[in-house]
């Protein structure tokens, strides 16, 4: 591991369960306090083969954008593999030279299980075996990232590693919301309770709203939940001790009865467990990797469901019951919150959907009316807009009411440079 430094250069890492996210930064002091500067982004889209590959190297006058599938690219470790390739080529505007001047990395690791609860580690030999035994807990997210880690530090020798874990956001949720109610003494020792993920972005979506705001905020991507955030701070959210818990998901089921795995694993009225069609593991595994809209639907691609024209009975299915359960947890979050009596200043869209899809936030708002609060109107122009330039948050509503309707363009990997840079002890 390099000695601890100024960072000078960042790559922060993003292994989301259907895409990996890179973006390199430079730092540059700007009135003596260290600032990010972005130099290059890529992305690859991991969902449906083969995966597709972008890279946009920014600062410069034209935006050098480039775009390919790649045929033998199927994990996140692959593809991490290939951006690295593709940055250390001179035509990358980017280079090898360069790429070993990176002097911190940034990765995000969705399940941090206690170790989370600290909030950002440099990494270690004991927090990659923590990490590694987290991965049963979510393994969609900490098995890409665990291989990342690995694959980074050995082929960026002189970089400082850093994990920022989705959970910290949600380490102020109070007992009797992280607690399930089972027996405690195992529930202790095997450390089973709600820890809620996608905080770095909850945390992004937070900064760029002022002071201890109280507001509900939906990240809805290939994984979607919510967070009900109270004067500042993480109070429930739908996301439990894995991100398999609340909504539905590109591939995940969302919550369903707890009895329905054992149905699911063995055939009612089996009275030799052996019989079962489905190990119970397996089950685990059907309900993370090929349920929700891909089961419903035979897509994971929530683009596609809505762009269906006309809608089949599948799609429709499937846009309506999504709205369904984030309604559900909308009224659930409004009476937690107590919105109606000025508890909730702003609902917040974020994640692919939430920031990509007018037509599905207005679905949304038009389901509010059942809540008694004086929200924004929605304003369909705005509603239509996208997120211009550097933009962090837009407006959707007419400014009228005292419930704000915005749409935030979530920045996971921004969020882990800044709190890195804003931390010393993670150089
Ligand atoms: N313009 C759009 N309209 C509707 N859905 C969109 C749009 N853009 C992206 N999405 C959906 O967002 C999801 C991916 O969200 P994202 O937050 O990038 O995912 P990840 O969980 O991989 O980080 C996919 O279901 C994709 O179809
Ligand atoms: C926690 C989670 O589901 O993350 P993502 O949406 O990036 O898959
Ligand atoms: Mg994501």
Same mark, same amino acid.
């Given at each position: 591991m390099s000695e601890q430094a100024e960072p000078k250069s960042i790559l922060s890492i993003n292994a989301g369960s259907s895409s990996?996210?890179?973006?390199?930064f430079d730092v540059v002091r700007n009135e003596n306090a260290p600032t990010p500067s972005l130099i290059l982004k890529a992305s690859s889209n991991l969902a449906s083969p083969p995966a597709k590959f972008t890279v946009t190297a920014t600062g410069k006058e034209n935006h050098n954008i480039k775009s390919q599938e790649l045929e033998d690219v199927n994990s996140g470790v692959q593809a991490f593999n290939f951006i690295l390739k593709h940055l250390r080529k001179d035509d990358s505007?980017?280079?090898? @030279? =360069?790429?070993?001047?990176?002097?911190?990395?940034?990765?995000?690791?969705? +399940?941090?299980?206690?170790?989370?609860?600290? !909030?950002?580690?440099?990494?270690?030999?004991?927090?990659?075996?923590?990490?590694?035994?987290?991965?049963?807990?979510?393994?969609?997210?900490?098995a890409p990232a665990e291989s990342i880690l690995k694959e980074a530090i050995k082929s960026l020798p002189k970089a400082r590693n850093v994990a920022?874990?989705?959970?910290?956001?949600?380490?102020?949720?109070?007992?009797?919301?992280?607690?399930?109610?089972?027996?405690?003494?195992?529930?202790? @020792? =095997?450390?089973?309770?709600?820890?809620?993920?996608?905080?770095?972005?909850? +945390?992004?979506?937070?900064?760029?709203?002022? !002071?201890?705001?109280?507001?509900?905020?939906?990240?809805?991507?290939?994984?979607?939940?919510?967070?009900?955030?109270?004067?500042?701070?993480?109070?429930?959210?739908?996301m439990g001790l894995t991100p398999l818990e609340g909504l539905p998901g590109g591939s995940r089921s969302g919550t369903v009865d707890p009895s329905l795995i054992f149905h699911y694993s063995s055939r009612p009225g089996d009275k030799d467990k052996i019989l079962s069609s489905v190990e119970l593991s397996h089950a685990e595994n059907i309900l993370n990797s090929a349920s929700g809209f891909k089961s419903l639907v035979g897509t994971s691609d929530f683009s596609e469901i809505l762009a269906t024209d006309p809608p089949t009975s599948e799609s429709d299915l499937t846009v309506k019951l999504f709205l369904d359960r984030i309604l559900g947890f909308l009224g659930s979050y409004w009476l937690k919150l107590k919105g109606g009596t000025g508890g909730v200043d702003a609902i917040v869209f974020s994640g692919g959907i939430g920031e990509g899809s007018p037509q599905f936030r207005k679905m949304i708002i038009d389901g509010l009316e059942g809540l008694n609060g004086d929200f924004d109107k929605i304003d369909n122009e705005r509603n239509k807009k996208e997120s211009e330039g550097n933009e962090v948050v837009h407006s959707i509503g007419d400014g009228n009411g005292r419930i704000k309707l915005l749409v935030c363009k979530t920045d996971e990997e921004l969020q882990m440079v800044e709190e890195c840079l804003s931390t010393k002890a993670l150089w």
């Open positions: 990996l996210k890179i973006k390199l505007g980017f280079g090898s @030279e =360069r790429v070993d001047q990176i002097t911190h990395i940034c990765h995000r690791v969705v +399940h941090g299980g206690e170790i989370g609860d600290k !909030g950002p580690l440099v990494i270690n030999d004991r927090v990659i075996k923590e990490i590694e035994e987290l991965i049963t807990l979510a393994p969609l997210h900490n920022f874990f989705d959970s910290s956001f949600h380490t102020t949720l109070p007992d009797f919301i992280r607690t399930y109610p089972i027996d405690q003494k195992v529930a202790k @020792e =095997r450390k089973l309770r709600k820890y809620g993920f996608h905080g770095l972005s909850y +945390h992004w979506i937070l900064k760029s709203e002022e !002071g201890e705001t109280s507001i509900i905020a939906l990240h809805l991507g290939s994984g979607a939940s919510m967070c009900a955030i109270k004067n500042g701070k993480s109070y429930d959210t739908t």
